[in-house]
């Protein structure tokens, strides 16, 4: 079992920058791929970011390209969402999630996933 808890997310003015953080608890987490999605009120939970076990590799969506960067750290158990360049569009609640594998999918299919943290974005 893997505990995932978001933090870091709150109100920012269009432009401005965030960094989200998942803290992940239970088993090894540099096992696992790390993953971020995001949920606009009304919307279907969408994928935003992927980074492989070692760090090496990373996806990311095309909306958020040259914005966002994903990072780890295992040594902490932790996954950071830097967001820079905020837009209205991307308000939504961001959700941090882990697949155990190599496998970096950007659909949902991955096997814990957080309670959220809500960013908000004001134009």
């Known amino acids: 079992q893997v505990q995932l808890v978001e933090s870091g997310g709150g109100l920012v003015q269009a432009g401005g920058s965030l960094r989200l953080s998942c803290a992940a608890s239970?088993?090894?987490?540099?096992?696992?791929?790390a993953g971020w999605f995001r949920q606009a009120s009304g919307k279907e939970r969408e994928f935003v970011a992927a980074?492989?076990?070692?760090?090496?590799?990373?996806y990311y969506a095309d909306s958020v390209k040259g914005r966002f960067t994903i990072s780890r750290d295992d040594a902490k158990n932790t996954v950071y969402l830097q967001m820079n360049s905020l837009k209205p569009e991307d308000a939504a609640v961001y959700y941090c999630?882990?697949?155990?594998?190599?496998?970096?999918?950007?659909?949902?299919?991955?096997?814990?996933w957080g309670q959220g943290t809500q960013v908000t974005v004001s134009s």
């Open positions: 999630a882990a697949r155990w594998g190599a496998t970096m999918p950007m659909n949902l299919e991955y096997d814990y």
């Open positions: 239970g088993r090894t987490f540099s096992t696992y791929v």
């Open positions: 980074m492989s076990r070692n760090g090496a590799n990373t």
